[in-house]
């Protein structure tokens, strides 16, 4: 191996990812790719070499960084990016355990297990941390609880561990897409539905109102294109001074707009724009 321009990104088998691989694969990168099963479709791209990795397994995302470290020697990595994740929605009542559960190994113990094993490549190749955020993690949304907690926690433990990376010149960088068009949204639809038609019949009554409201408002939602994520991503990999947070364009801009206002008004325009400001208690709709 003679490239000294190499990352790794997790979660690369999804939509986000792809794109991810793709446009820094193009740019000259050999991207360490972080798959669960073989990679299918990426191990043929030019630069991309596949490494199977569980986020949540601490002992194989060891096992992945000594691998990867053989390959890259004394060179190191460019970039840790942490994109894997998932959404876990409903109403945080009805969330089961192991879904709850599911959505913090994922989406916040994930990162952590990941930047903690790559750390050395990252002191050897001046590299530098990107976390894959979301809005809900400065602004909360009522029936994502658990996507909002899991990627809140993630942007805390961005924040510390950037001051505790100073000394190294190690970035930690946030990049946050809004509302995109790949398969992660419909996988935790179908997840949602399944977690509702295991809970008891009287409690999924309760919310039936305010979820048909969230169905209606969201209906003509249009998720953006994957590529301004990758695009944003290159830059928080290649800017000679990193910002802290970078925003993709889109709907997370408009989050940002609605970050500057006080939390009461904040909270009565959400509820208001998913239609839930005349739900009543146990009101079906």
């Known amino acids: 191996m003679t490239e000294r321009k190499a990352v790794l990104i997790t979660g690369a088998s999804g939509g986000i990812g792809r794109a991810l691989v793709r446009s820094l694969a193009d740019r000259g990168y050999t991207v360490f790719v972080g798959v669960r ?65 599911r959505q913090f190994e994922v989406n916040t113990f994930g990162p952590a297990f990941v930047t903690r094993a790559f750390l050395p490549l990252l002191r050897a190749g001046a590299g530098r941390v990107i976390n894959i955020s979301a809005p809900t993690a400065r602004q909360p949304m009522p029936f994502l609880a658990a996507l909002s907690g899991s990627k809140a926690a993630l942007a805390a433990m961005s924040q510390a561990l950037r001051m505790e990376l100073a000394a190294w010149d190690i970035p930690v960088v946030l990049v946050e897409p809004g509302t995109t068009a790949t398969e992660i949204f419909d996988k935790a639809g179908a997840a949602a539905k399944a977690a509702l038609a295991l809970a008891e019949p009287h409690r999924v009554a309760l919310y039936a109102g305010h979820l048909a409201a969230v169905e209606k408002a969201l209906a003509g939602q249009r998720p953006g294109p994957v590529e301004p994520v990758a695009r944003t991503v290159a830059r928080a990999l290649e800017d000679r001074r990193p910002k802290r947070l970078y925003v993709v364009p889109g709907d997370a801009r408009l989050i940002s707009l609605l970050t500057r206002l006080p939390v009461a008004l904040r909270e009565r325009l959400v509820i208001g724009n998913l239609g839930l400001a005349g739900v009543r208690a146990g009101d079906a709709g």
């Open 37 to 101: 099963d073989g990679g299918e479709g990426l191990a043929d791209v030019p630069g991309v070499r596949p490494v199977r990795l569980e986020v949540t397994d601490p002992d194989g995302v060891e096992a992945a960084a000594r691998q990867v470290g053989r390959e890259v020697r004394d060179w190191g990595l460019a970039a840790v990016i942490n994109n894997a994740g998932v959404i876990v929605q409903g109403p945080l009542e009805l969330v089961p355990p192991a879904e709850l559960r």
